[in-house]
């Protein structure tokens, strides 16, 4: 029987992954930034592409493939030591770190590292991701009816001038931002996988959500960050993003869908 416990500090890659203004251009409008603020250096949030070039490759392994149907984003980590120019060639690498069990439940730590040429690190990220071969637990179980495709609502744009920030996606938006990273989870795009998963129907990318916290920063630059994705957020829904700025760099950051926090972030600037 296949055990995932054997795959711990087994390494994926490396991966190559290019810069380029095209990719860089199509993550910008797929995350609802504006494409004038990144004409030099990719945005933080990019790193989410490197994940999914590594993260395939563990999914379809045969240690791991009964329990790819029901992927489920738990947290993400990240530590950043330098900004990506465009036109930088990533070296990228994936390793599973670490593996608990509940029952039926598999909660995977896999770690994505991305070097520059040199093998100079520009960033480590680590992942929780749920997984299990059956519906994961929600506590949202009632099935929505999805929204028309291009249906979103308030999507605010840096540099932002009202307050509070508005934050949605449509349907087209998560398969643009699908193609930009390669996430192609099936949660995100087809009903019937995501009601399998336990969801009410399809949901944002947490990375997505993610990327919505980092922008809030303006032009403060993300050196480290922790996310935790505590609720789905749903196309065509209103999000509302919530800023706290700390001493020392330090930002707390959520993303709220009415009154309930659906992504919650701590926040390290270098230039605060």
């Not at 994940?51 to 992927?71: I, N, T």
């Not at 330098?82 to 036109?87: D, L, Q, R």
């Not at 040429?117 to 929505?144: C, I, K, N, Q, Y």
């Amino acid at each position: 029987m296949p055990d995932i416990n054997n795959l711990i500090d087994h390494v994926f890659g490396p991966f190559r992954l290019t810069i380029t203004p095209e990719l860089v251009t199509n993550y910008v409008r797929a995350t609802g930034d504006d494409t004038q603020r990144w004409t030099e250096v990719a945005p933080p949030g990019l790193f989410s592409a490197a994940f999914f070039q590594a993260a395939p490759e563990f999914f379809e392994h045969p240690e791991v493939a009964d329990l790819a149907h029901s992927v489920i984003h738990v947290d993400q980590h990240c530590k950043w030591f330098h900004p990506t120019p465009i036109g930088a060639h990533w070296s990228v690498t994936g390793k599973v770190t670490a593996v608990r069990q509940r029952s039926r439940l598999f909660f995977v730590s896999f770690a994505v590292d991305i070097a520059d040429a040199m093998g100079e690190p520009l960033v480590e990220s680590t992942a929780t991701l749920l997984m299990t071969d059956g519906p994961a637990p929600s506590g949202a179980t009632a099935e929505r009816v999805e929204p028309r495709w291009h249906h979103k609502r308030t999507n605010h744009m840096p540099p932002f001038r009202e307050v509070p920030i508005l934050k949605s996606a449509s349907r087209e938006d998560l398969i643009r931002y699908a193609a930009a990273t390669n996430d192609f989870n099936p949660i995100h795009w087809d009903h019937d996988a995501a009601r399998n998963a336990g969801l009410p129907g399809i949901v944002v990318h947490g990375l997505l959500g993610s990327a919505w916290l980092l922008q809030a920063l303006g032009d403060g630059e993300a050196a480290e960050a922790r996310f935790r994705y505590r609720s789905a957020v749903l196309p065509n829904t209103q999000a509302e993003i919530g800023v706290v700025m700390g001493g020392g760099g330090v930002h707390k950051l959520t993303l709220n869908v009415g009154d309930e926090a659906a992504v919650t972030a701590d926040i390290l600037t270098g230039g605060s």
